[in-house]
């Protein structure tokens, strides 16, 4: 039963009938009820050979699927022999892989993000951030690796794309059928669905617990739309970031601290927790009181323990990104942690701003995570380095480029982003056992032997499937929209299969420049209307329904499309999602990016046309930055030539032109007798060699073991020993050190007279310094000398740093000196900067604590 409904006088009442397949073909529906199908390609091609009408109807859901099999046809396919030793087959590769012994040597990590793109028919994403989280859960499935994931379950999910006749976008909201998804309810020992509370404003809200079976592992998700809530607060779990602010803000709380009740309710007790975005931030808030309720913890002690196995991944490269909240709204929802973590309301609300005492700065939740996690990581390289200054502002005393923000360049699964024909391919030429050694180079490399008339032989079967596939789009949107026949006709009649293929697909965000290439049209025509070299470029993607310039842009380029001249060389496609993907980064020749520098966090739609020997035409941000290989694709420089975003719009837009018409057109179609052009083919082997091996889902794994998860647990581990006696010692320690900071006396410093003579290159820097430390020892205290060389009034670049030695020490009286010969003549700034010490810090940004001498 679920939920009552009153019509007039009726009452009525829902009930599920339970669709039931006959025994011979019960598999169908063990394998339909766990997403590992999603990226066996010889799974999906079994339920495809159902009825694959029916099939792309549902879009791509087999449980959709079965649950419509008719008698007649159910009855047809157990007759079917090849049909039944192929499932047979699929079933015992199925229940091989779920038998295999889970990892042993990790920690136990739960992992925590708002969206996850795990297959389009489960609606729980919008974007990259979400599919990036699908393929990480998809990774762990195939280690076995013991983490749990934790989200919300969305009635209605991201909008639905469509397009009007004047190009505006459309949000059109389709409920879920949840029976039609592979959830199960999670329950308790005593049988019951597992419901969780969280305290909103006053109002306690439930929420019911699903699991949903991602091969090998777990995806939990919460969802409030039950009877024993408010119709108010059933709506929390509707929309992926729908509704007001306040509502952003519930379904976070929900996020953090449901989530992590959920855990405890089925009895699970992760070593550490991963935070993919800000949105779970009010995890920490929530694991505080735990530690402080049930260990009888103080909030310091709690704060070390909370912090040293929590981890931070950031995806946003602009302040203006990260979620805010306003002191007034979270006084109604958060009011009640200061009671259970005994701090003053100013206090918690600190542990969100930059600086406490700015009463009017919005609580950042990125600013809560960052507080509340030892470790905190970009998602590229370059943005590390952007997050480092972006989060500087939390620690004003150190260079941005001390800041202890690392990074983990993002990647994709490999089995559910390669085409099967690649994927049959790289097994016949690279061994069968390749996909266990997917981040090994020496693998890839043997592409670089394999026939040019192979590799083009598979590229334009994957051109075609795609080409063919938006004639059949695109009759059927135009139509829909009451397009004049002759129009679609003229559209669909001018895609031509040899043409060379440019594809952009991605969320629709002013700084990705969707419109750059129409900079200037007179010029875009001329490339795209030469007969001798067809050439077409592909669009699809989604605005935010909150963004109108990326609605506006959607317009732009639609109206593009509709002029006779770009008909059927420049398209749009409507309602962009994972299947589509799919067809267009296999399909066209080459990716095309370009987003204002350095605003791309990472991309991965680039790295899925990588897998697919589609070269990248890309702006050096983002991935591209690491990928780019020349010979391997194409790149716009990494940084701006102007500072007047106008004429490096202008400067980019004729960039691309040039490498369009000089390089890459010219390239691709330098062909043989037979078709073939050997520098293409070439491009094409060095993408897959050089770059592929890099951008594969087991090496972003991998990268999080080394660089965070194994340090978070052996420090997590190192603390909680004899009931969190280091945990608690340190913050002792933290408070003493707090307490005496300020009162630290400078008794002498002596250092080179830069002020009256210069130093010459090759003498020593000599200086001492001399303190009063009060009730703290030398071993408390660092001083070391930092170097600096201006760049401008704001900004200064770290040249070095050099940590100055005890020298001496008596009563409460330290000396500390250094001497050491600078390496490179120069202009410099200097200073003597003082830190704690403690063998159990981290790093510097743990305890921040700066004077300046």
Known sequence: MVGSLTQKSAKLK??????????????????AQNLWWSWDHEAIELFNSIDAQEFEAHYHNPVALLDGLSTEKAQALIADSAFISKMKRVYDRFRQYMAAAPATKHPHIAYFCMEYGLHQSVRLYSGGLGVLAGDYLKEISDRNAPIVAVGLLYRYGYFQQGISMSGEQIHNYDPAKFTQLPLIPVRDARGEWIKIHVNLS???VWAKVWELSVGRMSLYLLDTDIDDNTWDDRVITHQLYGGNNENRLRQELLLGVGGL??????????????LNEGHAAFLGLERLRNFMKEQGMSYEEALEVVRASQLFTTHTPVPAGHDTFSEDLLKDYLFEYTYALDIAWSELMALGRSNAENTQELFNVSHLAIRTSQEVNGVSRLHGDVSRRMFSELTPDYHHTENHVGYVTNSVHFPTWVAREWLDYYNQKFGKDFVDHQTDRKYWSKIQKAPAAEIMSIRRLLKKRLLDWVRKSLTDDLMRRGENPRVTFEVVNAIKDDALVFG????????????????????????????????IFLFAGKAHPADKGGQEYIRLIYNVTKNPEFRGKVIFLENYSMEMAKLLTSGVD????????????????????????????????????????????????????????????????????NILENDIIPTYFAQDANGISESWVQHIKNTIADIAPDFVMGRMLDDYYERFYNKL??????????????????????????KAWKAIELLDLQAPDTFNRSLPLGE??????????????????????????????????????????????????????????????????????????????PHRQDFSLVRWL
């Open 590 to 657: 080459v990716w095309l990016n370009n987003p204002t520098r350095p605003k791309e966090a990472s991309g991965t739609s680039g790295m899925k046309a990588v897998m697919n020997g589609v070269m990248n035409f890309s702006v050096l941000d983002g991935w591209w930055c690491e990928g780019y290989k020349p010979g391997a694709g194409w790149a716009l420089p990494e940084h701006d030539t102007y500072s007047d975003a106008t004429l490096q719009n202008e400067l980019d837009a004729e960039t691309i032109y």
């Open 202 to 204: 006053g109002r306690t």
């Open 764 to 841: 020593p820097f000599d200086a001492s310094v001399t303190l009063r430390l009060q009730d703290l020892s030398p071993e408390d205290v660092g001083i070391e000398v930092v170097f600096y060389r201006r760049k401008s009034e704001e900004e200064l670049e770290l040249i070095s740093t050099q940590e100055m030695q005890v020298a001496g020490s008596e009563g409460a009286e330290a000396t500390y000196r250094c001497k050491f010969n600078p390496v490179a003549a120069g202009v410099f700034e200097y200073g003597f900067r003082m830190f704690p010490k403690h063998p159990l810090l």
């Open 261 to 274: 009740r959920a855990l405890k309710a089925m009895n699970m007790e992760p070593d550490l927790f991963h």
């Open 14 to 31: 829902r009930i599920f009938i339970e669709p039931k397949l006959p025994t011979s073909l019960e598999p169908l529906g063990e394998l």
């Open 713 to 738: 647990w052996e420090r997590s581990q190192k603390l909680k020993k004899n009931h969190h006696q280091q945990a608690k010692e340190l913050s002792a320690w933290k408070i003493r050190v707090e």
């Open 504 to 535: 952009f697909a991605r969320r629709f965000a002013t700084y990705k420049r969707a419109t750059l290439l129409f900079s200037n049209e007179k010029r875009l025509s001329e490339i795209v209307n030469n007969s001798d070299r067809p050439v």
